[in-house]
C-alpha cells in the first residue's frame, strides 16, 4: 500500500466533510448578510472578504495541526498553554476593547481576538489531562475540587469580562464528567436549580420554595420509612402555604411585617430541616432524608439569591432580556426587538425560503448581528426550513461522529478530549439557535464555524485538529 494512500486513511474524514460543509455555507450566509446589492460584487474590506482571509489562515493551520504537531505535545506543554491563557484573560479585563458591551477583545495593531473563545482548548486539554490519570476517581474530592477550579478561575474571569455566553458554554463540560462516571444527580440538580430559578422570576421565590417542598415530599413518599416525615412535612407545608394570610404580621411588628412571605417560609423551615440534619448525622439509615434536606437548603439558598442576581448584579440589558423572554416584559421595540426581528425572519422563510441573496430583513438590516450571533435568522430566511434543518444535522452528525470516535479512542486523554469538543460544539450550537428562535435570553455567542468572526473559526478549528490528530495517530497504530 503506498505511503499516500495510508495517509488518506489514517483521516477521520466524516468529521472534516462536516467541518468544511458548515464553512462554506457560512461564507456564503456571511456574504449574503453583509451585502445590500442585488448582484454580486467584492471587497476585501468587507465582512465576507474578511473571513475569507480567515479561511485561508486556518485552512494552513489545520493543515499543520494534522500533519506537523504531535498529539503528545500538548501532554508536555499543556499547563503552559492552560496558565498562559489564564494571563490572557486577565490582561483582557484591563486593556480590553470594549466592544458591544463586552470587554473581551485585545488588539494587537491591525488584529483583534478574543481570548476567551480560545480558552476553550485550554481547558479541555487541562481536563483530559487531569482526568487521564489511572488514579483519578470523582470519588475523590481532590481529584473534584482540581476539576472545578480549572473550570470556576477561567469562567471567573470570562465573566468580569462580561462575557455571559461564552462563560455559560463551561457548563456543557458536565456532559464530560457524567461520562467519566460523575454521580448523575449532579446533572439532575442542575436542571432542577435553574428550574427553580425560572420559577422564582415567573411566579415569585415563596412559590418556588413550596414546589422544591413538594417535589422533596414526593422524592420522599417512595420510601416507606419515610412516612412519618411525609405526613409531617406535608401538614407543615399546607400550613407554610397559607402563612401570610392566616396571621397579620404588620399587627405584631412593623419589622415583621415587612418581610416577605418567602423569606419567613425560610426562616420556618430552615430550623426544622437543620434539626433533622443533625439528628440524621448519628443514625445511618436515614442517610437518603439527610440528603434531601441538604437540598431544601441549597435550593432555598438559590431561590432567594436570583433576584438579587437578576436585579443587582446583571447589567440593565441582560435583566431587560430575561424578562423579556420569560414574559415579565413585553417589549418588541426594546430589548426584545433583535429575537423579535428574528423570529420574524426565521418564520418569512416557509418551507424551502426565499432565496439566496433574497431574504428581505437580511438585506435591509431589520436584525442586528446578522452576520455573527444572529446568522441563524438569515440561513432561516434565505434557505427556510429545509436549509435550517440541513444546518442542524450537520452539526448533530458531526458531533455524533465526534462522539462515536472519541469512544473507540485506546487512551483516556483523546477520549476526554473528543467528548470536551463535542461538548463544545454542542453548547454553542444549543444557545446560539435557541437564542433566535426565543427560547433563551439573548446574550451574544456565535454559531459554530458559521458566524462570522476570526476568532471563533480559529478556536474552533484548533479544537476539532488537535483531536484529529490524535485520531491520526490511533490510525497510524
Known amino acids: 500500500m503506498s505511503r499516500k494512500r495510508t495517509i488518506t486513511k489514517r483521516i477521520e474524514w466524516r468529521i472534516v466533510i462536516c467541518y468544511f460543509a458548515l464553512i462554506f455555507f457560512g461564507l456564503l450566509n ?9 448582484t454580486f460584487t467584492w471587497s476585501w474590506d468587507s465582512k465576507y472578504g474578511m473571513q475569507l482571509i480567515w479561511f485561508a489562515v486556518v485552512l494552513v493551520l489545520d493543515i499543520f495541526l494534522l500533519f506537523v504537531i504531535p498529539s503528545r505535545f500538548y501532554n508536555v506543554f499543556v499547563w503552559w498553554i492552560y496558565f498562559l491563557t489564564l494571563g490572557l484573560l486577565a490582561a483582557t479585563i484591563f486593556l480590553g476593547t ?42 475523590n474530592w481532590r481529584d473534584v475540587l482540581r476539576l472545578i477550579l480549572l473550570l470556576v478561575v477561567p469562567m471567573a474571569l470570562i465573566l468580569l469580562e462580561k462575557e455571559a455566553g461564552l462563560a455559560l458554554v463551561y457548563i456543557g463540560f458536565l456532559l464530560v464528567f457524567y461520562r467519566e462516571g460523575m454521580n448523575p444527580w449532579v446533572l439532575i440538580g442542575g436542571v432542577l436549580a435553574i428550574t427553580l430559578a425560572i420559577l422564582s422570576l415567573v411566579l415569585s421565590p415563596y412559590a418556588a420554595i413550596l414546589i422544591l417542598c413538594g417535589l422533596i415530599l414526593i422524592y420522599l413518599y417512595f420510601d416507606r420509612r419515610n412516612l412519618r416525615y411525609l405526613l409531617f412535612g406535608g401538614g407543615a407545608l399546607l400550613l407554610l402555604a397559607f402563612f401570610p394570610r392566616l396571621c397579620r404580621l ?34 445511618k439509615r436515614e442517610k437518603l432524608l439527610r440528603r434531601v434536606l441538604v437540598i431544601y437548603l441549597i435550593g432555598t439558598a438559590l431561590i432567594l439569591s436570583t433576584d438579587t442576581v437578576v ?6 440589558h441582560q435583566r431587560q432580556r430575561i424578562e423579556s ?85 485506546n487512551n483516556r486523554f483523546a477520549r476526554v478530549y473528543g467528548w470536551c469538543v463535542a461538548t463544545c460544539i454542542l453548547m454553542h450550537v444549543v444557545i446560539n439557535i435557541s437564542m433566535t428562535i426565543g427560547l433563551m435570553p439573548v446574550i451574544g455567542i456565535p454559531l459554530p464555524l458559521v458566524s462570522y468572526g476570526g476568532s471563533s473559526l480559529m478556536a474552533f478549528s484548533i479544537l476539532i485538529f488537535i483531536y484529529l490528530r490524535m485520531c491520526y495517530e490511533q490510525r497510524g497504530r
Open 250 to 283: 404588620e399587627a405584631l411588628s412593623p419589622v415583621l411585617g415587612r418581610l416577605k412571605p418567602e423569606l419567613w417560609l425560610a426562616l420556618l423551615t430552615a430550623p426544622v430541616a437543620l434539626f433533622f440534619i443533625v439528628r440524621s448525622l448519628f443514625h
Open 325 to 409: 423572554l420569560l414574559g415579565i416584559r413585553d417589549d418588541p421595540m426594546g430589548a426584545g426587538y433583535n429575537v423579535h426581528q428574528s423570529m420574524i425572519a426565521i418564520g418569512s422563510g416557509g418551507f424551502s425560503g426565499k432565496g439566496f441573496m433574497a431574504g428581505t430583513q437580511t438585506r435591509f438590516d431589520f436584525v442586528p448581528e446578522q452576520s455573527t450571533d444572529f446568522i441563524f435568522c438569515t440561513v432561516g430566511e434565505e434557505w427556510g426550513f429545509l436549509g435550517t434543518c440541513g444546518v442542524i444535522l450537520c452539526y448533530i452528525l458531526l458531533i455524533l461522529f465526534l462522539i462515536n470516535s472519541a469512544e473507540k479512542q
Open 311 to 316: 436585579y443587582k448584579v446583571l447589567q440593565e
Open 30 to 38: 456571511i456574504y449574503s448578510s453583509s451585502t445590500s446589492e442585488a
Open 98 to 139: 470594549n466592544i458591544n458591551g463586552s470587554k473581551s477583545w485585545l488588539v494587537l495593531g491591525p488584529v483583534r481576538f478574543q481570548p476567551a473563545e480560545f480558552s476553550k482548548i485550554a481547558v479541555a486539554l487541562a481536563l483530559a489531562t487531569v482526568m487521564e490519570k489511572f488514579t483519578f476517581s470523582f470519588t
